[in-house]
């Protein structure tokens, strides 16, 4: 008798945890029909400026990211190389340094009276203090002392800054090697498609200033802006008044395949990095496409004879 007590109170205990289970699994099941269509959506809320990046992808794949105005700064560098006609090594030792020195910024203050993108000093008889300052000024007299250096092409980025700035911490130099040369091969076109920004919404554009800038800064290439009555105008070196929202660049006739791609991630690396500034929107370069909002590269790359971005 005792014993069907006992019998009785565990199959009834029995029951009321098959209750409670199926209970639990009806509520993961409504939870999970709830959330999963979150948890598989893209991201609605819009980037901020602080959380905006821009990144460098190495060959090993691996992604060195930047401000975007450390980018910009690092693709004035590489622009200056590649308009003087140096090796993309020139780049690799010039973002490095400028990197140990300043974090690519143009600091107006420094050690003793360094100032600038590579803490030169006056008076150790690198340009005045306006000049120093100035960061085209100060990128120019760095591969001019560069270039003095009788094997800078061949012994490691860390001795070539060195020969260059004689600082009294030589190995720091080397620390930013990877990145410097993720940075150089993507700015100057060694490698497709190697430099992103992820960034905020673009409120407000400049189509004027963009045209100026690209007919000043990237020579080999013209500029067409389609303004929204459909109108095209050329820029033949000058801005243009008309506002806009759709521009092409037009690759030269006559490279070879090799020039031509170089040219082309050339001017697209240069677009990226400055689409903060000119409020571009969305790219299309080689087959390949860019957005501000995803900041990733997708597409096929496939050899064109133009590039096409939207402004904001």
């Excluded at 008798?1 to 699994?25: F, K, P």
């Excluded at 300052?133 to 070539?160: C, G, K, R």
Aim: net charge negative; hydrophobic share 40%.
């Amino acid at each position: 008798m005792g014993q069907q007590v006992r019998y009785g109170r565990r199959r009834s205990h029995g029951a009321g945890a098959l209750i409670a289970a199926v209970i639990l699994v009806v509520a993961a099941l409504i939870a999970a029909w709830t959330l999963l269509p979150r948890l598989f959506t893209p991201r609605e809320t819009a980037r901020t400026a602080e959380e905006a990046y821009c990144a460098a992808v190495s060959s090993d794949g691996a992604r060195r990211t930047l401000t975007p105005d450390q980018a910009q700064n690092a693709a004035l560098i590489a622009n200056i190389a590649v308009t003087r006609g140096l090796p993309d090594h020139a780049a690799t030792v010039a973002i490095a340094t400028a990197m140990q020195e300043s974090r690519l910024t143009n600091l107006d203050y420094g050690d003793l009276d360094s100032l600038g993108l590579f803490q030169q000093r006056p008076s150790q008889g690198w340009g005045t203090a306006e000049q120093v300052s100035d960061m085209t000024y100060a990128t120019n007299i760095f591969y001019d002392h560069l270039l003095q250096v009788p094997d800078w092409e061949t012994i490691p980025v860390e001795d070539a800054a060195q020969e260059v700035q004689r600082s009294g911490y030589p190995e720091l130099y080397a620390a930013w090697d990877a990145m410097a040369r993720a940075w150089a091969s993507g700015l100057t076109g060694e490698r497709s498609a190697g430099v992103t920004c992820a960034l905020e919404p673009a409120t407000s554009s400049d189509a004027d200033g963009l045209v100026a800038a690209i007919g000043g800064t990237l020579p080999n290439v013209n500029v067409s802006v389609v303004p929204p009555n459909g109108k095209t105008g050329t820029n033949n070196g000058a801005a243009t008044n008309t506002a806009s929202t759709t521009l092409t660049i037009t690759l030269p006739d006559g490279l070879s395949a090799d020039n031509r791609t170089r040219l082309c991630w050339q001017t697209a690396g240069w677009l990226v990095t400055h689409a903060r500034q000119y409020g571009i929107d969305a790219l299309h370069a080689d087959g390949m496409d860019w957005n501000r909002k995803a900041g990733t590269w997708i597409g096929t790359e496939t050899a064109e004879q133009t590039i096409t971005f939207t402004l904001a």
